[in-house]
């Protein structure tokens, strides 16, 4: 292939659209060059949008038209808009009856065309047109012979096809015959296999069930006995889980109880009720504050805070986060709104913790720590 010289469906892998006119294609590239100076643009352009200038404008006056146009005729981006063959060309091309028939029948504006490089003298120029023409006629036998030579190698291959195609339908129907033959003698052969199969098969069968049936009632006692054996042991695992985990809620609650009456000793504004919730020794980190203090420092404290006040609103949340040893942690998110016997209030929440710790038999706060972040 040569740019401007080959037509649109030689780019095709398939070759099935190309033909003569696919020569024809390349013979009015050829003559367009030689009569206006430039080769025409790739076909791959023209297809989609064709500003190829027709040589019956380009060359208007130099050449006669029937001639001009039959080189656009052969240079027409659709196959099937060329000329089919050498002989459907060779009267256009050489007279000018035809000239209206394959002249285009649109304008696309174009640049003047751009002479090749180099002198062309009138002479020249014809020489070509004329060698061209000479083309014309030898191109005609050899297409002629060669679509001879297709058309009977075509025609050979065919034949060809078509016998193989027959020879495989008779062998595959043979072996279809073979095949159906060996399938019916081995049915026969399973039906007689089956019969003396069933006919055994019935000798035995009453024995069989007796025996099963045997079987089958003393392993369905043994099946109740294993069941009723599962329940008791689950009923009796069950039983404990219970009572495991109606003494841990229990102890959870036990140990939660100095958190709720802490709460509560704020409610009711009770100092004493708060100091008998803490252990001896225990201990307040106040993080916000950055202090630490033990209950005994906290207690004063604690009851002149209660008398400034007149009443307090506490919200709070617990949650348990398990066991260390003899003592219990929890997690505790709170809202408390202080009001003051002077008219004045303010609120604030925040998270904390506890650890409990069961001392003689009671559970104790033993530490806290105040304005943790929340989790």
């Not at 069941?227 to 009923?235: I, K, M, S, T």
Request: charged share 30%; net charge positive.
């Amino acid at each position: 292939m040569k740019t401007g010289y080959s037509p649109f469906e030689q780019y095709a892998t398939d070759g099935r659209l190309q033909g003569p006119w696919t020569d024809l294609y390349a013979l009015g590239a050829t003559l367009y060059r030689a009569v206006c100076g430039i080769t025409p643009p790739e076909a791959t352009l023209r297809v989609a949008d064709d500003r190829m200038q027709p040589a019956v404008d380009a060359a208007v006056g130099t050449y006669r038209k029937g001639f001009l146009a039959a080189i656009d005729a052969c240079l027409r981006p659709s196959h099937a808009d060329r000329p089919q063959s050498v002989a459907a060309l060779r009267p256009v091309l050489l007279h000018d009856a035809s000239a209206d028939r394959l002249a285009p029948t649109r304008k696309v504006p174009a640049a003047p065309p751009v002479p090749a490089s180099g002198p062309r003298p009138g002479k020249r120029r014809w020489a070509i047109v004329a060698a061209a023409i000479a083309v014309v006629a030898g191109v005609s036998g050899g297409l002629t012979y060669s679509h001879w030579q297709d058309q009977e190698r075509r025609r050979t291959e065919e034949a060809r096809k078509r016998a193989d195609m027959e020879a495989g339908q008779r062998r595959l129907a043979a072996e279809r015959a073979e095949r159906e033959q060996v399938a019916e003698l081995r049915a026969q052969e399973e039906r007689r296999r089956r019969t003396e199969e069933e006919a055994r098969s019935r000798a035995d069968a009453e024995a069989r069930r007796l025996e099963q049936e045997k079987r089958a009632a003393e392993a369905r006692a043994a099946e109740e006995r294993r069941l009723q054996q599962e329940a008791d042991n689950r009923a009796r695992q069950q039983r404990e889980v219970a009572l495991r985990e109606e003494q841990r809620r229990q102890t959870i609650a036990a140990m939660q109880r100095p958190i709720d009456n802490l709460f509560s000793s704020w409610r009711a504004l009770d100092a004493d009720a708060y100091v008998a919730q803490w252990a001896p020794g225990a201990v307040k980190v106040d993080r916000k504050a950055g202090t630490t203090k033990t209950i005994d420092q906290l207690a004063g404290e604690r009851r002149r805070f209660f008398q400034q006040l007149s009443r307090v609103q506490a919200d709070y949340r617990v949650q348990y986060r398990g066991m260390n040893g003899n003592a219990g942690s929890f997690d505790v998110a709170y809202t408390m709104t202080f009001h003051y016997r002077n008219g004045r209030s303010f609120t604030e929440s925040a998270c904390e913790d506890y650890v409990i710790e069961n001392r003689d038999g009671v559970w104790l706060i033993v530490r806290n720590e105040d304005y943790k972040p929340c989790s």
